[in-house]
């Protein structure tokens, strides 16, 4: 009987045509999220690759492998493929896509056609970013930054790379408009909006920063290209131009963009951990309010990025006082996860693991975070391995655990299939290992004055890198088991019951994998989202 | 297979206005990058600012202001036009609007020719000659007005678009949140043109 559950699934049922036409032409929210996770995951190991062989060149000082030109170059693709192409539409667009409109009780998002129009352009402009290395002079080498005047100068293949950036950010806009509009409009009968579960609340939160920010780095990026091709000046201090305030330009979008990366993520945890602990969400307001909060103060700390660029006392003072404002939403998160769980029935299961891991990395990144948000100390570690160490574990530590927590989830709603347990805790340990052991180095020799971006070091940073090398070697054997561990479920592991976590969200409510149409009648709510007796 | 299951049609009118306003705010975040460049830029050379717009021809941005005020007025009229059922007088309207929109762009096109002439144009040797604010301000003005007339030219196909589908009748006059979108979109084409005419032409 729930064999064919996978069989009235959206998995086998889609559009009129058949096998892969099926999937590209599909408008149902759960295939284009599928469809996103797979690009995405393919994207993140080439972005991995680059980055294992920086470290691979970083593992002696001197030049071994590869030439500084083309250490410049990996940086630079290495961070325009994990930010544009990884993390920023990471948990948004892929479970975002895939479970919110049924979380909130949904058959599908606002406007399908537009959803999978949004793929398509996210598809195009990952064309563009990955031919910006193989066309032109040479693949672009100004560091994901673009900072000009340099972008401006350069002669490499800088003008492909914006372009990518300015697509994708298109991309990223719709997919934000269309969850506003889905989750104000779509939502079912008698879900409040103090009755909706916080992942679609983080979501929602995120949209708008998406909205509100990207426009301005679209322009930005144009006036890039605009200025290449035709001199007019806007950012070359030889015609008049301030190259600060390309800075200001990319930073208004750059810094909200890294709360488009984290607050989805917040939300997956906010998921987890209720259902981890049969408790209900500890401060359900506080974490709503929280979300909101990180959205709008995170959209006026941009300059915090710029504290040693030339910016009046004034305004650092002040930037720097928002900073560490909007570190408070962010730790009353952290205390409610924690509240949650006390006195539950705590339940040790591989996402839970990996929820844990966040946890543990996030407070390490964000504390590390106000190191950076102060003035004074900031001067001593600015461009810095600490640097590089504070926003990996923001990024990779916080939103990539909690991608890999949300795919240990909800793995079993997606695909009506169950992942093997151990291999799932196995890969958690290693991941986390791996993890530490490559970026934990960072801060260490970041604090002795290791630069970022230098190809080059002096023999004194030695031991970090040796040990962030076999950190990266640790970390891809985790990712790699992983890997395995959820291809080889995904065909042919145990099946799955549809709630088989105990949650009380309303994905569990319908089966694993859901039908096209998610509901066969839209649910009427009566109470909040984790009402655990 | 055969018995596949398809969407259940889902129409909600609200829900696409809501949509086209959010749209319609990021279009205006991203011109709002330009305007926080140009007020930088006014701020640090105030003079070579107004030294520039003097060569701006106003008669024809005015020609062109009115063009777009009129042109959202018979937008906006074509509205009202399909609401009360009368389709010829709607295509009308919208045929109208399509016009203003090309003659909009023909005064554009003489009016960059002109400047072009002159040898006033981006990358240009004689720009590279002016004083810095003057270039930044010639700069901004092509861009601006560039960026500009790149909105008239969507506004136009989408209009176009529309007019064919009521011609065709897939937007009636119970189904007519398309041309109402279509008409937003229009009216911000033309906002954004309010605000750079004075900016550009009118400082000097």
Known sequence: MEISAIENSYLKHGTKYKGILGWLTSTDHKRIGLMYMYAIMIFFLVGGLLGGLMRLELFRPGQDYITAQTYNAVFTVHGVIMIFLVVIPGLAAVFGNILMPIMIGARDVAFPKLNLFSFYIYIFGAILAISSQFLGKGAPDTGWTFYAPYSTDTNTNVVAAVLAAFVLGFSSILTGLNFIVTIHRMRAPGMTWFKMPLFPWSLYATAWIQLLATPIVGITLLMIIAERWFKIGFFDPNLGGDPILFQHLFWIYSHPAVYIMILPAMGVITEIIPTFSQKRVFGYKAIVFSSVAIAAVGYLVWGHHMYTAGMSVTARWFFSLLTFIVAVPSAIKVFNWISTMYKGSINLQPPFFFTMAFIFNFMIGGLTGLVLGSLATDIHVHDTAFVVAHFHYIIFGGMGFAFLAAIHYWFPKIYGRMYNNKLANTSCALIFGGFTLLYFPQFIIGLQGMPRRYFDYLPKYEWGQVFSFFGAIVLGIGILIMLINLFKSARKGKIASSNPWGGKTLEWTIASPPTVENFEEIPIITEGPYEYK | ?204
């Not at chain 2, 206005?17 to 319609?24: A, C, Q, R, T, V």
């Not at chain 2, 007025?73 to 399509?98: D, E, Q, W, Y």
């Open chain 2, 1 to 204: 297979m055969e018995n596949s299951i398809t969407h259940t049609e889902h129409r909600d009118d609200t829900a696409s206005k809501m949509g086209m306003w959010l749209f319609i705010f990021t279009e205006l975040l991203l011109f709002g990058g330009l305007f926080i460049v140009y007020s930088v830029y006014r701020s640090k050379y105030t003079a070579d600012f107004h030294v520039a717009a003097n060569q701006l021809n106003t008669f024809i941005g005015t020609v062109n202001t009115v063009i777009l005020l009129v042109s959202s007025m018979t937008v906006a009229m074509s509205v009202t036009a399909l609401r009360t059922g009368n389709k010829g007088l709607t295509l009308k309207l919208l045929a109208t609007t399509i016009f203003f929109a090309f003659l909009f762009l023909v005064n554009k096109y003489f009016e960059w020719g002109l400047k072009f002439e002159h040898h006033l144009y981006p990358g240009s040797e004689l720009m590279l000659t002016l004083k810095r604010g003057e270039l930044l301000f010639f700069g901004l003005y092509f861009f601006m007005t560039g960026l500009h007339a790149l909105h008239i030219i969507v506004g136009m196909i989408l209009l176009i678009v529309i007019y064919r589908k009521i011609q065709t009748g897939r937007i009636t006059k119970d189904d007519n949140v398309l041309l109402e979108n279509g008409g937003l979109y229009w009216h911000l084409v033309d906002l954004i043109w309010i605000f750079l005419f004075p900016l550009l032409y009118l400082i000097s």
